[in-house]
């Protein structure tokens, strides 16, 4: 069998405005668009973060089943929304996200610095959120901002079990600032002291984006990319949409001889429910 490489595409984040990226999908309909071209790029997955009418992140629970029927309607994309929010969002909206159903969600193993905010991931929280995705059948993706949030996942396994899906697969963020640098030997001791078994994807953000990418693709791992992390393509030329950025993850892969895992394949390799 092939090996090949699961490319998730992070569109739009909370973090960016419209007027500050043009590109950015904010709107459902923009959302669903660039989720349909990514994936005849060669995504497989789709993590999620919606906006509100005036373009401002939101966590409306109305909003997100909206979004995750339309993008099921219209992709074979695996939906994994986003439980992290924007900084600043509380507890309690972040739970409620599950109750949308998606096939998945990012589960973040520990507070962070991001950039002049902090990034709140307490462990009774995280501890809440755990439990609360095994309740319901939904594949955590476990983030890893830091090296610490690696231990704090082996915590979470230890006390809890085993995640909904039957294995581990985490996301190693890489580059934010106050977080893990976005470097090959940061990378190869992150994925050191993984749990066995586990699988990962790498994300750079910004200037790490495509360190990341090399170094992630030469240690076996998958790859995150999107308008989430990544706003210039390269020095002085702003991204013109995901697609873009999805079709350089593919081409790289392939060029490793791993090309793009299929959506189909994706909720197998996850163990997304039927
Ligand atoms: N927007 C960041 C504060 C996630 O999606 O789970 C958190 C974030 C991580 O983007
Ligand atoms: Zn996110």
């Not at 950039?115 to 309740?135: C, I, K, S």
Request: some cysteine; charged content about 20%; glycine content about 10%.
């Amino acid at each position: 069998m092939t090996a090949t490489t699961l490319i998730t595409v992070a569109p739009t984040g909370a973090e960016t405005a419209k007027d500050d990226a043009p590109a950015l999908p904010v709107t459902l309909d923009e959302l669903v668009k660039a989720a349909e071209d990514c994936e005849g790029a060669g995504a497989a997955v789709v993590h999620v973060h919606i906006r509100d009418a005036d373009g401002e992140p939101t966590l409306d629970l109305a909003r997100l089943r909206e979004t995750v029927r339309a993008l099921r309607e219209a992709t074979g994309l695996v939906v994994q929304l986003s439980t992290g929010g924007a900084v600043g969002d509380s507890y309690e909206d972040r739970l409620r996200v599950l109750e949308a159903e998606p096939d998945a969600c990012s589960l973040t193993c520990g507070t962070v610095n991001f950039g002049h905010d902090v990034f709140m991931n307490p462990w009774p929280f995280m501890a809440r959120l755990y439990r609360r995705t095994q309740e319901l059948r939904i594949v955590p993706e476990f983030e890893l901002f830091d090296l610490g949030h690696v231990a704090a996942l082996h915590r979470l396994l230890d006390e809890f079990g085993e995640p909904y899906g039957g294995h581990v697969h985490c996301d190693l963020v890489m580059g934010v600032p106050g977080g893990m640098p976005g470097d090959a030997r940061t990378l190869v001791a992150a994925v050191a002291a993984l749990p066995a078994g586990a699988t990962w994807s790498a994300t750079g953000v910004g200037r790490a984006t495509l360190p990341v990418m090399f170094a992630a693709l030469s240690a076996g791992g998958h790859l995150r990319v999107g308008m989430e992390d990544t706003l210039n393509y390269a020095r002085g030329r702003p991204v013109t949409s995901n697609t873009v950025l999805v079709e350089r993850a593919a081409a790289l892969s392939r060029f490793a001889q791993r090309p793009p895992m299929t959506a189909e394949d994706a909720r197998g390799f996850l163990g997304v429910r039927a």
